[in-house]
């Protein structure tokens, strides 16, 4: 079974703080993504990777960065959060050489911001 | 611009009927479409694919239709129970080498005892 595990399931933290969500994924997959996920709006991608230390831009990367030093660790950064970025955080995992890339999710981080 | 619509009205059913969900989109030519189950605080998980040369794909007592004429997508539950209620959520890939599919914003699903 495929694993995609990320660090906390809630965090609180104050306005201005950085902030690390941890995502890993054991399958040895390629591509890895974060989203967020808000109330009427759906999943919306921040940022994704499909190789070691690549990183491509999603819909909404402001605010936000990422880094990936090892295939199966993706971390998303907070520069400095703010209370706009209280939300539901999910990373995801998918094979680069299926052809029709069904991803795999962790559980998700709820943050919230103060 | 691309778009994809979910009803954003929860579905309410009784146990024992067929649940359809509805995936409508405009401005997409996809390769393929997914649906995936979210359960309250959780993250999705992936339930069923069809390829746009298939018209219908069955895995147990769920149900996938796609018309690419329509442009839409039905995802039937056939008798169903409490436990299916959820959020289910479609996505569309382009497919060739695109390895993002793009999410709608899902349906809630609520099965009655």
């Known amino acids: 079974d495929v694993k995609v595990t990320q660090s906390s399931r809630y965090l609180v933290k104050r306005t201005g703080e950085k902030v690390f969500l941890e995502c890993v994924q054991d399958?040895?997959?390629?591509?890895m993504f974060w989203y967020r996920q808000d109330p009427g709006l759906g999943l919306r991608l921040i940022y994704f990777?499909?190789?070691?230390?690549?990183?491509e831009k999603g819909d909404i990367p402001e605010g936000y960065s990422v880094s990936r030093e090892k295939k199966e660790r993706f971390s998303l950064i907070l520069e400095s959060a703010s209370t706009n970025q209280t939300s539901m955080y999910l990373c995801?995992?998918?094979?680069?050489?299926?052809?029709?890339?069904?991803?795999?999710f962790g559980p998700g981080t709820r943050l919230t911001v103060l | 611009s691309q778009k994809i619509e979910q009803n954003s009205e929860a579905l309410n059913i009784q146990e024992g009927k067929t649940a359809t969900l509805t995936c409508n989109y405009t401005?997409?030519?996809?390769?393929?479409l997914q649906w995936y189950r979210q359960d309250p605080g959780r993250g999705p998980v992936f339930l069923l694919l069809?390829?746009?040369?298939?018209k219908e794909k069955r895995k147990e007592r769920l149900k996938v239709t796609f018309d690419t004429t329509l442009k839409q997508s039905l995802f039937h539950i056939t008798a169903s129970q409490p436990a299916d209620s959820a959020t289910y959520l479609c996505?569309?890939?382009?497919?060739?080498?695109?390895?993002?599919?793009?999410f709608g914003r899902g349906t809630s699903l609520i099965v009655h005892p």
């Open positions: 995801a995992s998918s094979d680069g050489q299926g052809a029709y890339n069904e991803q795999f």
């Open positions: 399958m040895d997959h390629e591509n």
């Open positions: 990777s499909y190789d070691v230390k690549m990183k």
């Open positions: 401005n997409y030519s996809p390769a393929y």
């Open positions: 069809i390829r746009e040369n298939e």
């Open positions: 996505a569309l890939g382009r497919g060739g080498g695109s390895y993002i599919p793009t």
